[in-house]
Nanobody
Framework: VQLQASGGGLVQPGGSLRLSCAAS????????MEWFRQAPGKQRELVAV???????NYADSVKGRFTISRDNAKNTVYLQMNSLKPEDTAVYYC????????????????WGQGTQVTVSS
């Protein structure tokens, strides 16, 4: 199983970006899908999470600006980021709890490779 993140880049304050993370491989089911971020010199922090049923939760710092969603048919999670601020600058990582076809009753945690988001004028 692999997670491939994309969509990062350089954007001005107030701008928008949409991150995508597609899971591929021998997938039986995907439970929670999450986005984390890590800024230079800081610990990795949870940004947003979406359950298999579509329930969502957000870090206080991004509420009202970021929206997490998923397309179960495509095994993909998205993060729409609006009204971006310089403090949103970080490497963004996707994370998913996935059961494989080989072990359908056992979930493992998988990480994407990270995508850089830089908010600067």
């Amino acid at each position: 199983v692999q997670l491939q993140a994309s969509g990062g880049g350089l954007v001005q304050p107030g701008g928008s970006l949409r991150l995508s993370c597609a899971a591929s491989g021998s997938i039986f089911s995907i439970n929670e899908m999450e986005w984390f971020r890590q800024a230079p010199g800081k610990q990795r922090e949870l940004v947003a999470v979406i359950s298999s049923g579509g329930s969502t939760n957000y870090a206080d710092s991004v509420k009202g600006r970021f929206t997490i969603s998923r397309d179960n048919a495509k095994n993909t999670v998205y993060l729409q980021m609006n009204s971006l601020k310089p403090e949103d600058t970080a490497v963004y990582y996707c994370n998913s709890d996935i059961a494989t076809i080989e072990s359908p009753l056992l979930e493992h945690e998988y990480w994407g490779q990270g995508t850089q988001v830089t908010v600067s004028s």
